[in-house]
Nanobody, 119 residues
Framework: QVQLVESGGGLVQAGGSLRLSCAAS????????MGWYRQAPGKQRELVAS???????NYADSVNGRFTISRGNAKNTVYLQMNSLKPEDTAAYYC?????????????WGQGTQVTVSS
């Protein structure tokens, strides 16, 4: 059983900052990559940022230069530092992890944390 738990969402004014955290736990053998996705009402879920076990990062054009993804020292945690937030960043943010358990490799998802940016 694998769990991903996100935290750090909330309400912030435009131009402000938030830091999201995600911790993976359970029968994890290794993690290939972790990432953050978001979904606004009426829109499809989209990739925000991802990071591989080797430290390679990828960002959506809309957040490049404003958001930073990083891994924790324990390697089972991932953070998303969000600066210069805009109202269009308002969405539910989901953590995901591409990982191996003792049985299989699959992608796991967290429950999501809401980020609301007021203008």
């Amino acid at each position: 059983q694998v769990q991903l738990v996100e935290s750090g969402g909330g309400l912030v004014q435009a131009g402000g900052s938030l830091r999201l955290s995600c911790a993976a736990s359970g029968s994890i053998v290794s993690i290939n990559a972790m990432g953050w996705y978001r979904q606004a009402p009426g829109k499809q879920r989209e990739l925000v940022a991802s990071i591989t076990s080797g430290g390679n990062t990828n960002y959506a054009d809309s957040v490049n230069g404003r958001f930073t993804i990083s891994r924790g020292n324990a390697k089972n945690t991932v953070y998303l530092q969000m600066n210069s937030l805009k109202p269009e960043d308002t969405a539910a943010y989901y953590c995901n992890a591409d990982l191996w358990t003792t049985l299989t490799r699959r992608v796991h998802w967290g429950q999501g944390t809401q980020v609301t940016v007021s203008s």
